[in-house]
């Protein structure tokens, strides 16, 4: 059984930064994409970023293009998301996700079979 756990959300300010860490446990995650995704109550899912097996491919929605980069830390089980100018629409809680196998599958969701509890961001004007 895998095991995602975020952390890093918090309030900030419009402008501001923030920096979201997400740790696996249970397989060996150096193996699989990992990606970000966001979703508020009440609407889908939304991509945010994804990044494959050994950080040589990362794919990003075009709302958070040139603000947020993915990364990710084959050694400690980790893939993180520094978000960049935010904005107060960005508020919302964030998920990591573990790919199926290596290959970067961007935002196609079928492509994730493990999901993170999520933390909650929130962007004050």
Do not use: H
Request: proline share 2%.
């Amino acid at each position: 059984q895998v095991q995602l756990v975020e952390s890093g959300g918090g309030l900030v300010q419009a402008g501001g930064s923030l920096r979201l860490s997400c740790v696996a446990s249970g397989r060996t995650s150096s193996l699989y994409a990992m990606g970000w995704f966001r979703q508020t109550p009440g609407k889908e899912r939304e991509f945010v970023a994804a990044i494959n097996w050994n950080g040589g491919v990362t794919l990003y929605a075009d709302s958070v293009k040139g603000r947020f980069t993915i990364s990710r830390d084959n050694a400690k089980n980790t893939v993180a998301l520094q978000m960049n100018s935010l904005k107060p629409e960005d508020t919302t809680v964030y998920y990591c996700a573990t790919g199926r196998n290596r290959w970067n599958p961007g935002g196609v969701q079928s492509g994730y079979n493990y999901w993170g509890t999520g933390t909650q961001v929130t962007v004050s004007s």
